[in-house]
Nanobody
């Protein structure tokens, strides 16, 4: 059994910051890619950022320079530092991981609302 527990969402004013965390637990040998997706109301789910086990990162153009993804392999945890948030960043953010020999898993999502 694999569990993904996300935390850190909430309400923040425009220009503010939030840090999301996703801790993975269970029968895990090794986690390959870890990432964050988001889905805004009425829109499709989209990739925000991902990171390989070795630390190579990839970002959506809309968040480059504002968001930073990182991971702690010892803790099986991935983070998303989000700065200079704007209302267009409002969405449910989902953690996504690919576990060796197990496949892909999704978190349940955490809501981020950017509003004054």
């Amino acid at each position: 059994q694999v569990q993904l527990v996300e935390s850190g969402g909430g309400l923040v004013p425009p220009g503010g910051s939030l840090r999301l965390s996703c801790a993975v637990s269970g029968n895990i040998f090794s986690i390959n890619a870890m990432g964050w997706y988001r889905q805004a109301p009425g829109k499709e789910r989209e990739l925000v950022a991902d990171i390989t086990r070795g630390g190579t990162t990839n970002y959506a153009d809309s968040v480059k320079g504002r968001f930073t993804i990182s991971r702690d392999n010892a803790k099986n945890t991935v983070y998303l530092q989000m700065n200079v948030l704007n209302p267009e960043d409002t969405a449910v953010y989902y953690c996504h991981v690919y576990i060796t020999a197990r496949g892909a898993y999704w978190g349940k999502g955490t809501l981020v609302t950017v509003s004054s």
